[in-house]
Antibody, heavy 116, light 107 residues
Framework: QVKLQQSGAELVKPGASVKLSCKTS????????MSWFKQIPGQSIEWIGM????????GYNQKFKGKATLTVDTSSSTAYMDLSSLTTEDSAVYFC?????????WGQGVMVTVSS | DIQMTQSPASLSASLGETVTIECRAS??????LAWYQQKPGKSPQLLIY???SLHTGVPSRFSGSGSGTQYSLKINSLQSEDVASYFC?????????FGAGTKLELK
């Protein structure tokens, strides 16, 4: 079955960067797309962007350009998202999801807390 | 960006009741509309895609309808496990956008 396993919770200082991972199994990662999302607890969901694992091609929500960088490692069927220059406004739960128009299977989410 | 206006923000219903959640897009999204269920501390689970197609494994008491800019999710015969938040999402155009969500509780 399709599984997406995300890395554990992160506590980071303002101005720092963090790299989140999303390890997949149960489907052909190398010919699929992955989307990433942000959700502040109790609020709605924002789409950050997506990446095609076949060639690493990306598309971003303008709001997150310069904030998020998406990459993949097809040898380990893992997707990554780098978040840079973190501020308290980046504190949220981040999800990866297999992009199947629409996203159909989601990781469990990872809480990122930005605090000094 | 396409704005998704979802209503109501919260809903209280009894077991066995039928509930309906609405979503309006700021422009025609040509049935590029999905519904998700999210329970506290969990990830969203896809229920409906292409406005009216049931995702694999989703109970048939869930159904979607609509076209153009107006869409709805209906839950027949409400069960206790349906207590959750529900979100609509348009994937017709980038960036994908979501409704603000509907919190469904038992009366």
């Amino acid at each position: 079955q399709v599984k997406l396993q995300q890395s554990g919770a992160e506590l980071v200082k303002p101005g720092a960067s963090v790299k989140l991972s999303c390890k997949t199994s149960g489907y052909t990662f190398s010919t699929s797309y992955m989307s990433w999302f942000k959700q502040i607890p109790g609020q709605s969901i924002e789409w950050i962007g997506m990446i095609y694992a076949g060639d690493g091609g990306t598309g971003y929500n303008q709001k997150f350009k310069g904030k998020a960088t998406l990459t993949v490692d097809t040898s380990s069927s893992t997707a990554y998202m780098d978040l840079s220059s973190l501020t308290t406004e980046d504190s949220a739960v981040y999800f990866c999801a297999r992009e199947n128009y629409p996203p159909d299977y989601w990781g469990q989410g990872v809480m990122v807390t930005v605090s000094s | 960006d396409i704005q998704m206006t979802q209503s109501p923000a919260s809903l209280s219903a009894s077991l066995g009741e039928t509930v309906t959640i609405e979503c309006r897009a700021s422009e025609d999204i040509y049935n590029g509309l999905a519904w998700y269920q999210q329970k506290p501390g969990k990830s969203p689970q896809l229920l409906i895609y292409n406005a009216n197609s049931l995702h694999t494994g989703v109970p048939s008491r869930f159904s979607g309808s609509g076209s153009g800019t107006q869409y709805s999710l209906k839950i027949n015969s409400l069960q206790s496990e349906d207590v959750a938040s529900y979100f609509c999402q348009q994937y017709y155009d980038y960036p994908y956008t979501f409704g603000a969500g509907t919190k469904l509780e038992l009366k």
